[in-house]
C-alpha cells in the first residue's frame, strides 16, 4: 500500500496541531489505521497545502504524486472549499476539473478516494452561500463514484460533525475531534470498519457579543486582509511529506 493524499489544510490536517506545533489531521490518522488493518507498514506522502485552490491541487499536487517513485496505489483528493470562499466562481470548473484528475489518476493505475469536505457554514460569516455552492458541488461530483468505480466519502453530509464541538476556534478548521470523526469514516469506506468518533453532547450554547467581537478580529479580519493582498496562508509552503514516508503496523491514536 502506498497512500498519497492531495488537497487543502482539510487533508493538511489543520487544527489537529500536536504538542511540537505540528499538524497531524484524518489522512495521517487513516495512514495509521491503512498499516494497522493490514498489518503491515505502509508508505504514505502528503502534499497538501493549506490555501490552495482546486486548480494547483489537481496540476501542481497531482503531477508531484503520480511521479513519485514508485508510484501511488491510493491517491486521495479533495479540493474546492478555497475557491468557494471567494466571489463568483466557476462551479461547473471545478467539477470538470475534479473528472480530469480522476481519469488521470485511473489511467496511471491509481486508486482514487475522492472526499467532499464537512460543512462549515453554519457558524460562517456568508454560511448560506456557502452551503449552496457545497451542495451543488458535492451533488455534481457524487455520481463519479459509479461512473469511475472509485471510493466516495460525503462528509458535507455527516450531520454530527457539523456541530461546534468539532471545529477549531476559527471555525473553518476541524479540530483533533473533527479529524478523528473524517478518519474513521474514511476507513470504514476503504474496508477497514471503523466506529466514526463522536464527542459527548453538551449545551450547545451562544457566543457573546464580546465573544463573537474577538473572532472577527482574530480570524476574519486577517483572513480579509490576505485576500485584498492577494495573499494566502499557503504561501511559500510545501507539502509535509513531500516524498514517502513509512507507517508502521501499529495501532492508531
Known amino acids: 500500500m502506498r497512500y498519497v493524499a492531495i488537497g487543502d489544510s482539510f487533508t493538511e490536517g489543520m487544527g489537529d496541531t500536536q504538542p511540537d ?6 489522512a495521517d490518522l487513516v495512514a495509521a489505521g491503512l498499516a494497522a488493518g493490514l498489518g503491515e507498514p505502509i508508505r504514505y506522502a502528503n502534499l497538501a497545502i493549506r490555501g490552495r485552490l482546486l486548480r494547483p491541487i489537481v496540476t501542481e499536487q497531482l503531477d508531484a504524486a503520480l511521479a513519485l517513485d514508485p508510484k501511488p496505489t491510493l491517491l486521495s483528493l479533495n479540493g474546492g472549499g478555497n ?4 466571489p463568483g466562481g466557476d462551479l461547473t470548473a471545478l467539477v470538470e476539473m475534479t473528472e480530469r484528475a480522476i481519469r488521470r489518476c485511473l489511467d496511471s493505475g491509481v486508486q482514487v478516494l475522492l472526499l467532499s469536505g464537512p460543512d462549515p457554514s453554519g457558524r460562517l460569516p456568508l454560511g448560506g452561500m456557502m452551503r449552496r455552492k457545497g451542495e451543488i458541488l458535492t451533488a455534481a461530483v457524487a455520481p463519479f463514484a459509479q461512473r469511475y468505480g472509485l471510493t466516495f466519502v460525503d462528509v458535507f453530509h455527516d450531520r454530527e460533525i457539523r456541530r461546534p464541538g468539532y471545529w477549531s476556534a476559527d471555525r473553518l478548521h476541524l479540530n483533533a475531534a473533527g479529524h478523528r470523526r473524517v478518519a474513521g469514516l474514511v476507513l470504514t469506506a476503504l474496508g477497514h470498519p471503523t466506529t466514526a468518533h463522536v464527542i459527548d453532547s453538551g449545551p450547545a450554547g451562544r457566543a457573546g457579543l464580546l465573544a463573537e467581537a474577538r473572532y472577527y478580529r482574530e480570524h476574519v479580519l486577517p483572513w480579509v486582509q490576505r485576500r485584498l493582498r492577494g495573499q494566502s496562508s499557503g504561501d511559500h509552503r510545501t507539502g509535509k511529506y513531500p516524498d514517502w514516508i ?8
Open 246 to 253: 513509512s507507517v508502521p503496523a501499529a495501532q492508531p491514536a
Open 21 to 26: 506545533g505540528s499538524e497531524r489531521g484524518w
Open 83 to 86: 475557491d468557494m470562499m471567494r
